[in-house]
C-alpha cells in the first residue's frame, strides 16, 4: 500500500486527527510488518494548548513535535508506557496527534487499546522518536479496502490539569470498533463476539 505522503499531515490538525481514524499504523520489525488499524486519537495544538507537551516551550524531549510534519514524537509516561504522536502542521508549529488505540490487522497477538499498549503490542519504543513516517520502519498508510465507519468526537482523557483545555472534543474514533480504549470490559466483549457472530453468518451465507 501507498504511504500517506507529508502533505497529508502538513494541515490543521484537527483534519488530519479525524482523518487517521481507519488508517493503518505500520511497523517493520525484524523483517515482518505489524500493522494496526487507527480506531482512537488525541489532537494537541500547543503552545497554547495547556494539555500539550509543547505548551511550555521547546525541550529535549518535546522538540520533534516543533519540527517539520510527518515524523513520529515517541515519549515515556508514568516510567513505563510508551506513546507515539504524529507531527502535524508546518515546522515551528508544535502541533500532534496521539494514537490512542488501534485494531490488530496483522502480526499483533497483544493488547492493543490504549496508547501504552499498543506501542508495547507494536514494538513502538523511544529508539523510533523522531522517524520519518515516510521512510521504511514505521509508517500510516491507506488500508486496501475502505470500510464504513461512524467517528465520534469526545474530550481528551487524563488531561484535568489543563483547565479549560480539558474540555476540548478532541479524541476522535471509531464508535463501533471494540478496540477503544474507554470501552469495559463487557462492552468490549460484546462488540467482539457481535462481529465474531456475524462473520459466522456470512461465512455461512456464501458456502450456501
Known amino acids: ?34 500493522i494496526g488499524r487507527i480506531v482512537e486519537v488525541e489532537a494537541y495544538q500547543g503552545p497554547a494548548d495547556l494539555a500539550a507537551h509543547s505548551a511550555r516551550g521547546r525541550t529535549e524531549r518535546n522538540a520533534v513535535m516543533f519540527g517539520p510534519p510527518g515524523f513520529a514524537y515517541v515519549y515515556l509516561i508514568y516510567g513505563m508506557w510508551e506513546c507515539v504522536n504524529v507531527v502535524t502542521r508546518e515546522e515551528g ?18 493488547k492493543t487499546w490504549g496508547p501504552g499498549l499498543l506501542c508495547k503490542a507494536m514494538h513502538i519504543d523511544r529508539r523510533l522518536n523522531g522517524a520519518d513516517l515516510c521512510g521504511g520502519v514505521l509508517w500510516i498508510e491507506a488500508p486496501p479496502e475502505s470500510r464504513r465507519q461512524r467517528i465520534s468526537r469526545a474530550p481528551r482523557i487524563g488531561v484535568d490539569y489543563a483547565g479549560a483545555w480539558a474540555h476540548k472534543h478532541w479524541r476522535f474514533f471509531d464508535r463501533d470498533s471494540p478496540y477503544v480504549s474507554t470501552l469495559s470490559a463487557a462492552q468490549r466483549r460484546k462488540l467482539l463476539e457481535g462481529r465474531q457472530a456475524t462473520g459466522v453468518r456470512l461465512k455461512k451465507a456464501t458456502t450456501e
Do not use: C, W
Open 93 to 110: 508549529v508544535p502541533h500532534a496527534v496521539l494514537i490512542r488505540a488501534v485494531e490488530p490487522i496483522a502480526n499483533i497477538d497483544d
Open 1 to 34: 500500500m501507498s504511504k500517506l505522503p507529508r502533505g497529508f499531515y502538513a494541515r490543521r490538525t484537527l483534519v488530519v486527527a479525524r482523518e487517521l481514524i481507519g488508517q493503518h499504523l505500520v511497523r517493520v520489525r525484524r523483517g515482518r510488518r505489524l
